[in-house]
Structures are given as C-alpha cells and as structure tokens.
C-alpha cells in the first residue's frame, strides 16, 4: 500500500507440480492479480511474496529422478515465472484446460521475494564455517558471528539446503532476520493493534472482567517464548510451571 502497487503472499506449500491435486504454479499470478483487481498494467508492476519457500526443497543432496510433486518440480515450475516471461493464467484460478479463455501476464518487471524460516540452515552455515584451515593459510572464523549464523549464508549454503542453482540465481539478493530479542517480544505482546494482551483483556472484558498484566509477568512470558525457539507464536504457548 506505501509503494502503491499490489502485494500477494502466496503459500509454496500448496503449489504441486502441473496435473496433481494442489495449485498450480501459475496461481500466484491469479493471486496477484486479484489484488490488482484485474488491472493487467498494475499487476505486472506488482510485488509476489512467496511465503515458506524453503518447504519446496529438494528431498536429497542429488537431482531426483522421480516425481518429487512438491519440491524440486516446483521448483522448476516457477523458474519460467521468476525470470520474467510471458504467463497465461486462467483468469479465476483453477486448473488450465483447452478453450479456456487466458491472462497473459509479463513477469519481467514483478518483484518477486522468497521467505521461509529455512530450519537446518544455520546448521549447514556452522558446518561450513568451522572448517579447519590447513597450513599457513589464514582462518576467517575469527569474525563469525556466532549470535546469527545466519548473517554468513550464502547461495552455496542454499544449494546445500535443497534449492536448485538455476532458482538461486534468479534471486540475487540474499538477507536475513536477526533473531527476536526478549524487548521485541515484549513489544509484540503489547504495541501491535490486535496484540495478544489486547484480545484478552477485549474478551474477558465481555463479562466485566478487567485483565492487566505486571511487566514481570509479560517478562515471565517472554522468557518461556524464547525458551521454547518457536519465535512469536510461542507467546500463545500453554506454559507449566
């Protein structure tokens, strides 16, 4: 909405290779195009955010030789749309099929961006890192920044992880997310609109109840989220004590 052209999440989870039960490839256009409202010129300046793009990975270090319905062949699929070419999309979603009437979208000036929690990866950077030099040549892990590993990935480190090159390379820039901090939790549980203490208070307030919550206990909170390493959706965590 800032930049004033339209944005689509879509789930790679659901994307399944072409002719098998789950959406196509191509349905990430349908998506953007659905938030352009149909405006072909606006969606091809558009942005493709698409979420939890680590689970298409491939299943083993080599090609597959088999059908691998929702990793390495979706993978495939979207290289045709991520390096810009022109796509036919049905204009409601759904499975293509002759005489159906087609969108043909151009790719080339869409942003697309990749996100995904990668789980495993820092464990394929540290491995990588800790190499032992051998003789006089220098070591570089004196600069590692062991707090985030994550902070020295690099495209050798993503082949590894199960993402074809000829993907990678459609995606020049790589970055990450610093871990959240105990205060960055603290400030989810409280600052954001529809925050969890807000939705609390809003439901028991329903039957008169009035909920307030002591910084030592949104500390105690924080403190389980962090323990548990399940990020911001461990704030809803059901706790022992």
Do not use: W
Request: charged share 25%.
């Amino acid at each position: 909405a800032a930049l004033g052209v339209p944005c689509y999440i879509a789930d790679a989870t659901k994307i399944t290779e072409s002719g098998y039960v789950g959406d196509d490839v191509e349905s990430i256009l349908v998506g953007l195009l659905q938030c352009a409202n149909y405006d072909l010129t606006l969606a091809e300046h558009g942005i493709v955010c698409i979420d939890e793009i680590d689970k298409i990975s491939r299943k083993s270090d080599s090609p597959s030789i088999t059908r691998d319905v929702s990793g390495e062949g979706v993978q495939q699929g979207l290289l045709k749309i991520v390096e810009g070419s022109v796509v036919g999309v049905p204009p409601k979603g759904g499975r293509k099929h002759p005489e159906q009437p087609l969108i043909y979208v151009d790719t080339s000036d869409i942003l697309f961006i990749g996100m995904g929690a990668f789980d495993g990866l820092d464990k394929i950077v540290s491995k990588r890192l800790n190499k032992n030099a051998i003789g006089y040549t220098k070591n570089e892990t004196n600069n590692i920044n062991e707090e985030n590993v994550l902070s020295h990935v690099t495209q050798t480190d993503l082949r590894s992880f199960g993402l074809i090159p000829e993907l990678i390379g459609r995606f020049p820039v790589i970055t990450h997310t610093n871990k959240l901090t105990k205060e960055d939790l603290i400030k989810i549980l409280i600052e954001p609109q529809n925050s969890i203490i807000k939705q609390y208070q809003k439901l028991l307030s329903m039957d008169g109840v009035i909920l307030t919550f002591t910084n030592d206990a949104l500390d105690a909170v924080a403190d389980e989220a962090i323990q548990s390493e399940t990020g911001a959706r461990g704030l809803r965590g059901d706790y022992k004590s």
